[in-house]
């Protein structure tokens, strides 16, 4: 059985936030396309974690840390990447075969899932997110198809949070 590294987990979830905000968030990908650097960290840590509640204590705990540095409501991104990090973790339990295009897939779905509650969210708490059209699909479109790309080092991430729990039987 794999059990978590907490300190791990925290140590990657404050250096995600920073290396996002450092760098990311300045960085302009193609349509406007932003990448969320941290939900990458969950998808990578569930797809890497065998236990779904596991995955989800991950994705909250990271969600924390991101609500610690942004200015958005507090307590979404927990939430969110909670939410994420769980749904992963069942989806990919649930799946036949575990390859790289299935991960990508996965990568890409949980991109996009989180961005439409994300905006969701912000129209229920007031935050006025522009209509949705090409000027929003877009940039989710790209997102997502770097999120596709990029969940795979992610997983090599998430597998550092984990260690092999020899002791139990």
Known sequence: MRRV?????????VLAAAVQAAV?????????ARLDLALLVVVGAALA????????????AVGLVVDLTQTAPFGINLLLFGLAGYLVAVTREGLAADGVLTRSL?????SLVVAAFQ?????????????IGVAVVAPLLVAAAIAAIVVHPAVRLGEVLLVEDRFRR
């Open 5 to 13: 590294r907490w300190w791990a987990v925290v140590v990657v979830a």
């Open 24 to 32: 990311f968030d300045q960085l302009r990908f193609p349509a406007g």
């Open 49 to 60: 974690v065998v236990v779904p509640v596991n995955a989800a204590r991950i994705g909250a």
């Open 106 to 110: 996965q990568g890409a779905l949980a």
């Open 119 to 131: 905006y969701a969210l912000a129209r229920v708490f007031g935050l006025d997110p522009p209509a």
